[in-house]
């Protein structure tokens, strides 16, 4: 037959049993006649010397010009040494997002992750990414589609960017897995948007605002010591919530005045403490049989989450913007406005990169300006002979 067209396509009969009439142009490329009048487009090849036939849809519901474009991309594979049909069929089986997630969350996230960032990747799993691209098959998902969805959340750039970081690392997962081909991540070569970090830190009128409501709540014997206690030993330490969260009493030395901290974010970690970090601890009674220093209402466990407490605290002080982390960030503008350096800072901070500490240099301008104020006034006032 020669070069298949919507018109010889329409002008074949029907017969009693089904036929094929093959393409004149294109090698393989065919049409399946069936009793029933239905007629779809085929490509017959051979792959490691064994004849296959496939499936190119049905004619009507594609053109003849969509089926020949069909045909030629599956004998492009077929030079790539690649069986087209084999791959149709490898990706109607594939597994899901939803179901490589389910992996990935018991082989990856529940296995080398710390707590809360495993708490945090189910988050961002449950809320956005399972449901933009939970039931497309792990072979469908293109770079296209990661980039709308990255592009959808534009408005949250900081939430944007950790949710392409999970995907990225999901789809390395399932090419080291044999689920997905190597070098085909579709998260590649999408830029992340830039962020802007927040850095709010509670001036001296503010910090008496808290310790004012603080000692108020303590007298009013109504809420959790414990609570009050991790509000204060934030303040005084500058360490993460979940480390003063989770701190149980054996890893308190008072004695030396540390916390000997065996795991943390950056791994195992001693913690110097100040005076007023020591008087809190130890005038904070023990619960029995609870290894807790933050104990909860549970019995033998800590307090889980401190933000109800942490908004009425802001809510009675009149800051209604300030954030858990932002007291991490005082303890750091303090430091450096004392004139503390940043390595030390670091230290006390538990940095393990110089870069992280180093978002805090600015603040030390102030302290700088100050000491050269003081020392030209000097130089000044000898000049004039008044010294």
């Not at 970090?197 to 709540?217: K, P, T, W, Y």
């Not at 450096?336 to 110089?354: A, F």
Request: proline share 4%; net charge positive.
């Amino acid at each position: 037959m020669p070069k298949f067209t919507k018109r010889s396509i329409e002008a074949l009969d029907i017969r009693d049993s089904d036929y094929f009439v093959w393409d004149s142009e294109l090698s393989g490329f065919g049409v399946r006649v069936l009793p029933s009048g239905r007629k779809k487009f085929v490509l017959q090849y051979r792959y490691c010397k064994i004849s296959r036939r496939m499936g190119m849809g049905q004619f009507g519901a594609i053109t003849v010009d969509q089926a020949r474009g069909l045909a030629l991309q599956a004998l492009a594979k077929l030079r790539q040494y690649i069986d087209p049909l084999a791959e149709v069929r490898e990706r109607r089986t594939a597994i899901t997002v939803k179901e490589l997630a389910e992996r990935f969350d018991a082989e990856h996230i529940a296995v080398h992750l710390k707590a809360s960032t495993a708490k945090e990747y189910r988050r961002n799993l449950k809320i956005f990414i399972l449901p933009a691209i939970g039931q497309k098959r792990i072979l469908d998902v293109t770079r296209a589609d990661i980039a709308k969805f990255h592009h959808d959340h534009r408005d949250r750039p900081y939430q944007a960017n950790r949710n392409i970081e999970i995907i990225s690392k999901m789809f390395n997962l399932a090419e080291l897995w044999g689920l997905r081909p190597e070098f085909t991540n579709p998260r590649r070569h999408i830029k992340k948007y830039p962020e802007t970090m927040r850095e709010r830190f509670f001036s001296s009128s503010e910090l008496g605002a808290i310790g004012r409501v603080l000692n108020e709540m303590e007298a009013e014997r109504i809420e959790l010591p414990s609570a009050i206690a991790a509000v204060r030993l934030l303040l005084f330490t500058g360490c993460r919530l979940q480390e003063i969260m989770t701190l149980q009493w054996s890893y308190v030395n008072l004695d030396q005045s540390a916390l000997q901290l065996p795991d943390s974010k950056t791994g195992p970690k001693i913690v110097s403490l100040g005076a007023a970090a020591v008087q809190v601890l130890a005038n904070l009674e023990r619960v029995p049989d609870n290894p807790y220093v933050i104990a909860g209402r549970v019995e033998g466990k800590h307090l889980t989450d401190l933000q109800p407490f942490w908004q009425r605290v802001r809510g009675r002080a009149g800051l209604k913007d300030a954030r858990i982390h932002d007291i991490r960030h005082t303890f750091a503008s303090v430091a450096v406005s004392n004139g503390m350096s940043l390595p030390i800072i670091g230290k006390l901070l538990g940095h393990t990169q110089v870069q992280t500490t180093a978002r805090y240099a600015h603040l030390a301008r102030s302290s700088q300006i100050q000491a050269a104020n003081d020392i030209t006034g000097l130089i000044e006032e000898r000049l004039a002979g008044r010294m």
